[in-house]
């Protein structure tokens, strides 16, 4: 069965501190995917990142960075430099790929709150 | 717009009361999901749909939620005598899958449901 933790409930950062957002997921597959979704306080999702189980490279998107590590089977996010607008709740969410196409499964979320 | 909407917005009903909810997805999309967020919670996968095939149910709560997909297309979600554990946003997805690759899901704005 598939499962993703995600250990932070809430974070508070003030404006310009670098935070790291954990995501710890439960695979057997070989083949899976990773996301990390944004939900800001709008409400609606937006895609941040996806990553296949085949690739460990490191992604770095501007103030954003992503460390994908199998051998602890984690996920995590780095916010560099944190803005008001980074403030939101982060999912990190696995598919399978035996269950292509069909359900994710998402982490409980992580708020992060940043002070200006 | 190019996204995925849904409507309403907000539907307030009374406990004992059928609703519908509907979601139009992306132009080309073929896959189709809804989830269900309780206040300050994760997401629920509910029900999903790929093209014209049966869709997984396997995340529908009690037999109260039924999901359809017209024309392979917009998807209604019908929750029948709602109750007041249903009060929740539920949030539709799709996204374009194909059988050698695995794209993100895009979300819709969401319903909130509120059930008095």
């Known amino acids: 069965a598939q499962k993703v933790t995600q250990a932070q409930t809430e974070i508070s950062v003030v404006e310009k501190e670098d935070v790291t957002l954990d995501c710890v997921y439960e695979t057997r597959d070989t083949t899976y995917y990773l996301f990390w979704y944004k939900q800001p306080p709008s409400g609606e999702l937006v895609f941040l990142i996806r990553?296949?189980?085949?690739?460990?490279q490191n992604e770095i998107s501007g103030r954003y960075s992503w460390n994908f590590q199998k051998s602890t089977s984690s996920f995590n996010f780095t916010i560099t430099a944190s803005q008001v607008v980074d403030s939101a709740v982060y999912f990190c969410?696995?598919?399978?790929?035996?269950?292509?196409?069909?359900?994710?499964?998402f982490g409980p979320g992580t708020r992060l709150s940043v002070l200006p | 717009g190019a996204g995925v909407s849904q409507s309403p917005s907000n539907k307030v009903t009374e406990k004992g009361k059928d609703v519908e909810l509907r979601c139009d997805p992306i132009s080309g999309h073929t896959a189709l999901y809804w989830y269900r967020q309780s206040l300050g919670q994760g997401l629920e996968f509910l029900i999903y749909?790929?093209?014209?095939?049966?869709?997984?149910k396997s995340g529908l709560p009690s037999d109260r939620f039924s999901a359809e997909r017209t024309g392979g297309s917009v998807s209604t979600l019908t929750i029948q005598r709602t109750q007041q554990e249903d009060s929740a946003v539920y949030l539709c997805a799709s996204s374009s899958s194909g059988p050698s690759q695995y794209n993100e899901q895009f979300f819709g704005p969401g319903t909130r449901l509120t059930v008095l």
């Open positions: 990553r296949n189980s085949f690739d460990e």
């Open positions: 749909f790929q093209g014209n095939s049966a869709p997984d």
């Open positions: 969410a696995l598919s399978e790929a035996h269950n292509y196409g069909q359900n994710f499964v």
